[in-house]
């Protein structure tokens, strides 16, 4: 039993003024934490009770443990604790997190198989269940679709607003029952509509995918696409990083990449590359960009895609720090 459900169990046997008392000991996040259990648990048996109370060497009184739990209690515990502002604010975060997880199921599937799942959906159902699902999931998810539902798509992540949680459950609750027969599993999710999670999404998509959808957004709503691609991580944001994690993100690219991905590249992106490497690899670099003839854009495109890959994957690991601003622009 995790610290937070039995830290529920006690406060479950109190009134609601000495809960409160003890759950202002906690932080804002595990009182949000100890609050989705009295919500979920509603009721405790007394055995349930006692041990925990035993455990926490609090009260002890035979049989009078049944425990009450639910919304009610929660809210009147987190309103007594942080007031009735704050305390509506938990709730909601709490509400749109437990709503989330209504999509858990979705996270160990196959993008073919929820593709399949989602077929004769309205965009913006579709939208909304991506907008759950990790960032590279729903990525696969995106490129799965046709090109007309996939810019569908794409425009309803980026301007809906927060689904009710009861929408969200309600859609959930179809998705479930249709995947019972299909096979989905689950893992974790997390909810937020918006540009960021449409921005997050095409960064990990391969480059058609990327360039077909960023048409597709901007032959229909230009000012949308332009927001979209300022937001985007691109091959030139390296010279917008430090160059200790430049160095740190061009250690594993093999040089021929590297020589590739500077076709065209303007000179302080190439700059940025030959002054972070060592200076034997600054030569092999220099051979093989002698060496290599013209190649096509997509070539050049796909190994830019590359290294924007490891620049991704590095700043999802905590490695290296990408400003997400607009105030540089490249330097000619």
């Known amino acids: ?74 809210m009147g515990i987190l309103e007594a604790s942080f007031g009735s502002e704050r305390a509506s604010g938990v709730m909601d975060r709490l509400a749109s997190s437990l709503a989330g997880a209504s999509f858990d199921f979705l996270e160990r599937a196959e993008p073919a198989q ?12 579709v939208a909304l269940v991506l907008a759950h699902l990790r960032p590279q999931h729903a990525s696969a998810i995106l490129a799965g679709l046709g090109s007309t539902m996939r810019a569908d798509v794409a425009q309803a992540i980026a301007t809906m607003s927060r689904a009710t949680p009861e929408a969200v459950r309600i859609v959930a609750d179809t998705l479930r029952d249709r995947a019972a ?22 960064n990990r998509a391969d480059a058609a995918t990327e360039r077909a959808l960023l048409d597709a957004l901007e032959a ?14 691109t091959f030139g944001d390296l010279v917008k990083l430090e ?23 303007p000179d302080n992106v190439t700059d940025s590359i030959r002054s972070n490497v060592s200076e034997r690899n600054r030569e092999m670099l220099d051979d093989e960009i002698n060496a290599s003839g013209p190649a096509r854009l997509s070539q050049v495109e796909e190994a830019r895609a590359t290294i924007v890959r490891v620049i ?21």
Do not use: C, W
């Open 243 to 265: 160059r200790r994690d430049v160095q740190l993100i061009l250690r594993g690219i093999d040089v021929s990449i590297l020589a590739l991905a500077m076709k065209g590249a």
């Open 220 to 233: 229909r709503d230009p000012d949308l696409a332009e927001e979209v691609r300022s937001r985007m991580l």
């Open 114 to 125: 929820i593709v399949a799942l989602l077929e004769g959906e309205l965009a913006q159902t």
């Open 1 to 74: 039993m995790s610290g937070a459900r039995r830290a529920a169990i006690v406060l479950m046997q109190m009134d609601t003024g000495r809960a409160a008392g003890v759950l202002k000991q906690f932080t804002e996040a595990e009182a949000q934490e100890i609050a989705a259990e009295i919500v979920r648990m509603r009721r405790v048996s007394p055995d349930v009770a006692e041990r925990v109370l035993l455990d926490f060497h609090e009260l002890t009184a035979e049989g009078k443990h049944l425990a009450h739990g639910g919304r009610d209690v929660a």
């Open 181 to 202: 027969a299909v096979g989905a599993a689950r893992d974790s999710a997390n909810a937020i509509g918006g540009i960021q999670p449409l921005v997050d999404i095409i």
């Open 312 to 332: 991704r994957d590095l700043e999802g690991q905590g490695i290296i720090t990408v400003h997400h601003t607009d105030e540089d622009e490249y330097v000619s």
